[in-house]
C-alpha cells in the first residue's frame, strides 16, 4: 500500500509525515510526499528534526504531485486552516483522509519557540502515525470504509 502525505508546499508536514511514516511501517507499507505549489526545498529544521529522532533523511526532497513515484493507495492531506491555508484536493480514485497539522514553517519567534513548533508537528504526526500503523492493517485494506474511519478517527488525535 502507497500513503501520500500531501500539503501545499512540502518543505516540513508532508516530508515529516512520509519520513516518519517509511521508519515504522511494516514490509509492503511506504509513504510519500508530495505538494500541489512545492517550495523546491525540504526545510532544513525538518531535516535537522529527523536526524535528531534517528530517521533518515537520505533521499527526501520537495516534489509536485505531478511526479509521485508511484500512485497512492491512500491520500492523507495535513494542512491545516487557520492561517486560511487552502488544503489540495488529490484526484483520482484514493482514499482520502485530513490529519490537519499547523505549518512550523510560518513560525516566528524565538529559535527555541520555532524548534518547538517543529517539534509539535512532528509530535502529532508521530502519534497519529503509530496509530494508524497499530490497526489490524491487513483485515482493514479489504475494507475500505472501515479504513476510512480508521484514517479520520487517527486524524483526530493529539498526543
Not at 114 to 124: G, L, M, N, S, V
Not at 143 to 154: Q, T
Request: net charge negative.
Amino acid at each position: 500500500m502507497n500513503v501520500l502525505f500531501l500539503c501545499t508546499g512540502n518543505s516540513c508536514r508532508s516530508i515529516l509525515g512520509e519520513a516518519t511514516f517509511n521508519h515504522l511501517a511494516p514490509e509492503g507499507w511506504r509513504a510519500m510526499s508530495a505538494g500541489s505549489q512545492p517550495t523546491g526545498q525540504v526545510h532544513p529544521r525538518s531535516l535537522a528534526l529527523l536526524a535528531r529522532e534517528g530517521i533518515s533523511t537520505e533521499g527526501y526532497y520537495s516534489k509536485s504531485w505531478d511526479n509521485l513515484p508511484a500512485t497512492p493507495d491512500i491520500v492523507i492531506t495535513v494542512c491545516a486552516s487557520a492561517a486560511g491555508e487552502t488544503c489540495p484536493a488529490y484526484l483520482g480514485p484514493v482514499l482520502r483522509s485530513h490529519w490537519g497539522v499547523e505549518d512550523p514553517a510560518h513560525a516566528t519567534g524565538t529559535d527555541e519557540e520555532i524548534d518547538a513548533a517543529f517539534e509539535t508537528a512532528y509530535r502529532i504526526l508521530r502519534a497519529r502515525i503509530e496509530a494508524f500503523l497499530a490497526l489490524p492493517l491487513d483485515e482493514l485494506k479489504g475494507d475500505r470504509a472501515r479504513l476510512k474511519a480508521e484514517l479520520d478517527r487517527v486524524g483526530a488525535l493529539l498526543p
